[in-house]
């Protein structure tokens, strides 16, 4: 072999490992420094319930006053103070749309109103049959709309003015990478 082909193999050799080495380099500095910084998050919307809330710890009630435990499906909770104001009428039909919206999971989510005493307005019930109404528990919550896991644990909490695509986009999500529920 002659000395110019064994110095073109060598210099070849070198910029493949050149190459690797900068790209594992900059990968790791990109990393660190962003991870430090706190760029990197999550991809939800909601935000986590902190801390750890269960169904079972807020004594929860449905309409018949039997006390809620875990269940087989997910839920959509539309936390009211006292009655259910504009805001959460109108947070309670996106919840309704929503859940039109998610197609063949639909089976998998109920969604339900949560009074500390009282009951809604007849009129919002009646005009959405399917939407339960479960008592207490609402004034250690925060108003507003929650998601609650198969197990019964609170997952995610949003405003009542996020209660379209961003509740959407996390329960789709929930959806598919459970295996409960």
């Not at 380099?25 to 990393?31: K, P, T, W």
């Not at 919307?45 to 997910?74: K, N």
């Not at 019930?125 to 609650?148: C, M, N, Q």
Request: net charge neutral.
């Amino acid at each position: 072999m002659d000395e110019a082909k064994i110095r073109r193999n060598r210099l070849q050799l070198v910029a493949i490992f050149a190459v690797g080495g900068l790209t594992l380099i900059a990968a790791s500095v990109l990393f660190y420094s962003t991870r430090s910084s706190g760029v990197w998050g999550t991809t939800n919307h909601g935000e986590f319930v902190q801390p750890p809330l269960t169904v079972a710890e807020l004594g929860i009630e449905d309409s018949d006053g039997r006390p809620m435990t875990e269940g087989e499906t997910w839920w959509l909770w539309v936390v009211a103070n006292e009655s259910c104001t504009q805001a959460c009428a109108e947070a309670v039909l996106q919840l309704r749309q929503l859940h039109v919206l998610l197609n063949k999971d639909a089976s998998r989510v109920r969604r339900a109103l949560i009074t500390p005493k009282g009951t809604p307005a007849p009129a919002l019930l009646a005009d959405f049959p399917k939407l339960e109404h479960l008592r207490g528990g609402a004034s250690t919550l925060k108003t507003g709309i929650y998601v609650v896991d198969p197990i019964g644990n609170l997952v995610f909490f949003y405003p009542l003015s996020d209660a379209g695509k961003p509740v959407l986009e996390d329960l789709k999500r929930l959806l598919k990478l459970s295996q409960i529920g």
